[in-house]
């Protein structure tokens, strides 16, 4: 569950793990260092880095170690010393802007050092609750940090949609820990949130990062609401919440087939939201946002903590008791998420289906149109691909839904060949083009093409599964085209007549009937298969290196019907179940 208790045990070992790493040598100039351990998803490897996924996050782990109670290493000196002798790197890390680098891609960064910036600010500020002279240390050399820090984010810009709320939230809590930078950082806020949040109407950010950057938002928006007064802002939040709740798989992972970020087609569980699920159930007596935290944090969260491919999360998650220390009591009931429901977003480009331990997801605009889970098999992407130059590419421009709100049945997926750069030649302009500037007139070429060719896909819930079929229109004939189901391996490939240790990187083609995936008690059966031609990976398809791929082939025009069912695997039948005990 999400407790005090569980969280500050998270946090005492995540920096006893950090202590190892640490330089304790006054005579080096990186002394209070702790050196990179490689493991995060953004590299820094064997140096004293000062980001935030490594030195930033020791020192908040070792801060809260000392300051809380209950830690083992509650006012211990030792680690107040070592907490000291960080802060100092980290000082002395900046830049002469106040910046801080990413050593493994962005140097001077504005958005790195916001980042550190609202990491650390709840430790300012517990610090300073706390009192005691040792405290008021940690609080004065740390929030040195955020004054300067905070100092040089102003007018140095960002790369991506959600480094904004990231550094509107930094500045709003560098202000109120130190208001004499109002009057240089909150013009500057200005402009930033002038751009608007970008929520959709169901509740998704531009990034579509179920697990990474949603967490990211939401909890930039918390702060900026605490600590600028401003409650309208919570609104994102919970709605984006709520989405995530239709996004989450029955063991708690997420939906990450829609991402457009480094989470994209990852089985991993959003840990980072558990913080603003925890908050927001807190504020507004949620039992369902509460029970969604302690799903989060269920099981062994610790070992599932120390692999996470991304930002750590421990500091992160303690952060709400160091700004909320009334949260360590918690009487707060819990209620269960929903897990049947079949709900078309139309905003998102979505249709979500859960039937226990089944989730689907059949999204527009990804070239993954339609991923399957069920229990431990999990049919990560369902694919359409048409050699069609690169025109042929399945990414649905349009989405319909057959039915309405949560009693949807299916969706029709329409990928318009008209809004691609159709297959052509270039023609000659008439007048000499010099040497090494053919790439450069391109432009200007007129052009010889063919028509353009429309993909549809038709997805259709039946008990027990999923009826598709996959269809072109227009373009030209014998083109090559396949359809491509991209299981999570390891597991078990069987057909009526041959048995496959399925393992990723493998390919098998589906040349006719039927053939079912299987892991433990679970199975996915699809077919009927075909085959018109045998290319493992079609030239301009995106490799898969980490699925086990199995393929139906044709060539266009194609008109395929095809089904998905899922059920208990059995071995004395040799073939799914229609249910069995959950």
């Avoid at 009334?326 to 049947?340: F, I, M, N, Q, V």
Wanted: proline letters at 6%; one cysteine or more; glycine letters at 8%.
């Amino acid at each position: 569950m999400f407790t005090y208790e569980n969280i500050l045990d998270l946090v005492v070992r995540w920096a006893e793990d950090a202590l190892p790493q640490q330089v304790l040598d006054p005579a080096r100039d990186d002394d209070g260092a702790f050196i990179a351990g490689g493991w995060c998803l953004w590299e820094v490897r064997g140096i004293p880095a000062p980001d935030v996924s490594n030195h930033a996050h020791a020192i908040a782990c070792l801060a809260y170690a000392y300051l809380a109670v209950g830690s083992r290493y509650f006012g211990d000196a030792a680690m107040l010393d070592r907490t000291l002798r960080a802060i100092r790197f980290l000082r002395s890390a900046q830049r002469p802007t106040g910046l801080i680098d990413l050593p493994s891609t962005n140097f001077e960064s504005p958005p790195d050092t916001a980042f550190a910036v609202q990491l650390l600010a709840p430790v300012v500020e517990m610090a300073r609750r706390v009192g005691t002279p040792e405290s008021l240390r940690i609080a004065g050399d740390l929030g040195e940090f955020i004054r300067t820090g905070a100092a040089g984010i102003v007018g140095r810009g960002f790369h991506t949609a959600n480094h904004r709320w990231v550094i509107s939230a930094a500045l709003a809590q560098a202000t109120s820990l130190f208001p004499g930078l109002a009057p240089v950082a909150m013009p500057y806020f200005s402009r930033i949130m002038a751009e608007g949040i970008d929520l959709n109407e169901d509740g998704e950010y531009t990034e579509r990062s179920t697990v990474v950057y949603n967490a990211v938002c939401d909890r930039s928006l918390r702060f900026m609401a605490d600590y600028l007064n401003r409650p309208d802002l919570l609104a994102f939040v919970r709605k984006n919440l709520d989405s995530m709740l239709r996004l989450l798989h029955a063991d708690g992972t997420a939906v990450t087939s829609t991402s457009v970020r480094e989470d994209r087609g990852r089985r991993i569980r959003p840990l980072s939201l558990a913080d603003s699920f925890y908050d927001m159930a807190r504020r507004d007596k949620n039992g369902v946002w509460a029970h969604a935290a302690d799903m989060l944090v269920g099981g062994d969260f610790a070992a599932e903590a120390r692999a996470w491919p991304f930002d750590p999360v421990p500091g992160w998650l303690f952060g709400v008791y160091a700004l909320h220390p009334e949260y360590r009591h918690d009487a707060l009931g819990r209620k269960p998420l929903p897990d049947e429901y079949s709900v078309f977003l139309p905003a998102a480009g979505l249709w979500r289906v859960r039937r226990g331990d089944l989730s689907a997801t059949a999204a527009s605009g990804h070239t993954t149109a339609f991923a399957v889970r069920y229990g431990d098999v999990s049919l990560k992407a369902v694919k359409l691909f048409g050699s069609y130059i690169v025109s042929a590419i399945f990414s649905a421009d349009e989405m319909a839904p057959d039915g309405q709100g949560e009693a949807v049945r299916g969706v029709s997926m329409r990928h318009r060949g008209d809004h691609r750069k159709l297959p052509g030649y270039d023609l000659p302009l008439n007048r000499p083009v010099p040497y090494g500037s053919f790439h450069d007139v391109a432009a200007e070429r007129a052009r010889w093409t063919q028509p353009p060719m429309d993909i549809v896909l038709d997805i259709h819930e039946v008990p027990g599964g999923f009826d598709l079929h996959a269809r072109t229109e227009g373009g030209l004939d014998r083109i090559m085209f396949q359809i491509e189901f991209c299981f999570d391996g390891p597991g078990e490939w069987e057909t009526d007549d041959a048995l496959v240790a399925a393992e990723n990187g493998q390919v098998v083609f589906l040349k006719a009937g039927y053939g079912v995936f299987h892991r433990g008690r679970h199975g996915l059966r699809i077919g009927p298969g075909a085959i018109s031609h045998r290319v493992p990976q079609m030239r301009n398809t995106e490799p898969e290196p980490d699925s086990f791929r199995v393929l139906m082939t044709f060539v266009t025009p194609v008109d395929h019907a095809f089904d998905i069912r899922y059920g208990a695997w059995s071995m004395a039948t040799g073939g799914l179940l229609a249910s069995f005990e959950r």
